[in-house]
């Protein structure tokens, strides 16, 4: 997927509140302290990094980076198909 296509269905997702987080992800932010507006910034500021996608089984996840609100990097990964779903978040 092109980053344009990608960034507008990520915008859209958190705009219309669709954004939904596995368990794995959720573990991953309380573990290293960032918080759903962290998240959400990177989605819809972050730069895709699009060379460390990956495809795993019939789908792909996508990794974005930027900062948060207070400045700390984060990479976020989605998977975007059937709906946005964070797989995990990275220092």
Do not use: C
Request: no cysteine; hydrophobic share 40%.
């Amino acid at each position: 997927m092109d980053s344009a296509r990608l960034k507008h269905l990520l915008r859209e997702a958190v705009r219309s509140g669709q954004l939904r987080y596995t368990e794995h992800a959720l573990s991953r932010m309380n573990e290293r302290g960032f918080v759903f507006p962290d998240v959400e910034r990177v989605l819809k500021n972050g730069m895709h990094d699009y060379q460390r996608d990956s495809q795993v089984g019939a789908s792909w996840h996508y990794r974005l980076a930027g900062t948060t609100v207070d400045g700390k990097a984060l990479a976020v990964v989605v998977d975007v198909i059937p709906s946005v779903v964070v797989i995990t978040v990275i220092d």
